[in-house]
């Protein structure tokens, strides 16, 4: 959204602040930077819960899908080395996807299901 919305808009310079105005009047440079923000908050949250190694082979494989659905979206032809990169990124994935996980789960969430079971005694 972001590369569409700035190439309509043209080049922007910092030194014409109305330029750079209507670059983020540009309905679809506010819509891609209100999605980089929500983009940006949940890769903290799921970096709150998770380890690096698990969270970001999973953001990889976002911007693969991300690729190709803007491309088909946009009409526009996949070339042979976008296709290289997306099969380097899903080896990629795969290669540290395959690895050991040391993510584990809190002590008190490990205790939730189990003092759930047992029901509360008062």
Known sequence: MLSHGMKQQGGVSLHHLLGLIAAFLNPWV???????????ALYTASLSWA??????P???LGYVMLA???KFALHEQIT?????GIALISG???FVAGGPSKTVPCE???L???AASRGTKS
């Not at 506010?30 to 940006?40: M, R």
């Not at 380890?51 to 970001?56: A, P």
């Open 30 to 40: 506010a819509a891609g930077v209100v999605l980089l923000i929500g983009f940006f």
């Open 51 to 56: 380890d690096l190694s698990y969270v970001l």
């Open 58 to 60: 999973a953001t990889s």
């Open 68 to 70: 190709l659905v803007a």
């Open 80 to 84: 042979p080395m976008r296709w290289l």
């Open 92 to 94: 990629g994935v795969g």
């Open 108 to 110: 008190s969430e490990a």
């Open 112 to 114: 939730l299901p189990a």
